[in-house]
T-cell receptor, first 115, second 118 residues
């Protein structure tokens, strides 16, 4: 079984500041994928960033970067220069592969960006 | 590319009626589609996995006779909520896995459908 834990139900950040969202996971697989998805009020799930477990280099996408610590099974998301449009629910997700590629989601972190 | 469209986005129905929600992959073939349910301020709960041309695999606790899933083609999966009751009111989201060779592990999500049962 695979699990994803997000220990921060809510976070807030000032506009233009940096915020880090935490995520830990557990899986018995050696090859897997980790994702951060954003769900704004529209409820559309948007992929923010992806990390392949076999890659040691941390993924980055513009203002978004991750700190992937494989041994500690930790996968945090850092948002730099936060913008009002970043306000959303953020879900950490794990895909351990297999024949169907099911995603396991964390409970989510609600991010508020203050002007 | 990799667009998934869900329809309808909102539906209101009377208790006891059935409602069908469609999930289409617009520009790729989806070998596998997933259906989730999401309650307010909660995470996505996987209901079932559907593979084209075969029966859906339901997660534990999900009534397969209540939530009928059909994946008749590589671009369309449908979720039918049968004999809907107010407790079935929720936000339903589909996602699709692309059938192409590149293995990214990524799933592509539809816009979601809000079901309200009166």
């Amino acid at each position: 079984a695979q699990t994803v834990t997000q220990s921060q139900p809510e976070m807030s950040v000032q506009e233009a500041e940096t915020v880090t969202l935490s995520c830990t996971y557990d899986t018995s697989e050696s090859d897997y994928y980790l994702f951060w998805y954003k769900q704004p009020p529209s409820r559309q799930m948007i992929l923010v960033i992806r990390q392949e477990a076999y890659k040691q280099q941390n993924a980055t996408e513009n203002r978004f970067s991750v700190n992937f610590q494989k041994a500690a099974k930790s996968f945090s998301l850092k948002i730099s220069d936060s913008q009002l449009g970043d306000a959303a629910m953020y879900f950490c997700a794990l895909n351990s592969g297999g024949s169907n590629y099911k995603l396991t989601f964390g409970k989510g972190t609600l991010l508020t960006v203050n002007p | 590319g990799a667009v998934v469209s869900q329809h309808p986005s909102r539906v209101i129905c009377k208790s006891g009626t059935s409602v069908k929600i469609e999930c289409r992959s617009l520009d790729f073939q989806a070998t596998t589609m997933f259906w989730y349910r999401q309650f307010p301020k909660q995470s996505l709960m996987l209901m079932a996995t559907s593979n084209e041309g075969s029966k859906a695999t339901y997660e534990q606790g999900v009534e397969k006779d209540k939530f009928l899933i059909n994946h008749a083609s590589l671009t369309l999966s449908t979720l039918t909520v049968t004999s809907a009751h107010p407790e079935d009111s929720s936000f339903y989201i589909c996602s699709a896995r692309a059938g192409w060779g590149l293995n990214t592990g990524e799933l592509f999500f539809g816009e979601g459908s809000r079901l309200t049962v009166l």
